[in-house]
């Protein structure tokens, strides 16, 4: 079993409903165009860099490679995840001034919120 975890480049005062909407619209095939966010791209690189998701055997993620559009990074996390790798999204989020999304129950943590 797997879990989820989605950072958006989104305004920090986003509601909760404002990105389960845009959660949804990724879910049903529906991105915004473009390049992704500045953000995005060294969220992506940064986490990357420390957990690969690309012609690895060993790696965090359920499924690779990681889920990428321009504004947001969809991470599906394998059930055994090291904590570190969630405070490593924690932190590295906070540090890009990102929202963190978890699917699972709905939770928006807004980059000030964010343990590191």
Same mark, same amino acid.
């Given at each position: 079993?797997?879990?989820? *975890?989605? !950072? ?12 389960? =909407? ?5 879910? &049903?095939?529906?991105?915004? #165009?473009?390049?992704? $966010? ?6 992506? =690189? ?6 690969? #998701? ?8 359920? !499924?690779?490679? *990681? $889920?990428?559009?321009? #504004?947001?990074v969809e991470m599906k996390l394998d059930e055994d995840c090291p904590d570190? !790798? *969630?405070?490593?999204?924690?932190? *590295? ?8 999304? @978890?699917? &699972? @129950? ?6 000030? =919120?964010?343990t590191s």
């Amino acid at each position: 079993m797997s879990f989820d *975890l989605v !950072v958006w480049a989104m305004e920090p005062d986003a509601s909760a409903e404002d990105v389960g =909407a845009a959660f949804e619209l990724c879910r &049903q095939g529906e991105h915004v #165009d473009g390049a992704p $966010h500045r953000k995005i791209a060294d969220f992506y =690189a940064a986490m990357t860099s420390a957990y690969p #998701d690309r012609n690895t055997n060993a790696s965090p993620w359920a !499924v690779t490679p *990681l $889920h990428v559009a321009a #504004d947001h990074v969809e991470m599906k996390l394998d059930e055994d995840c090291p904590d570190e !790798v *969630l405070l490593a999204v924690e932190e *590295l989020a906070g540090k890009h001034g990102l929202l963190l999304f @978890d699917p &699972q @129950d709905g939770t928006v943590y807004p980059p000030g =919120a964010m343990t590191s």
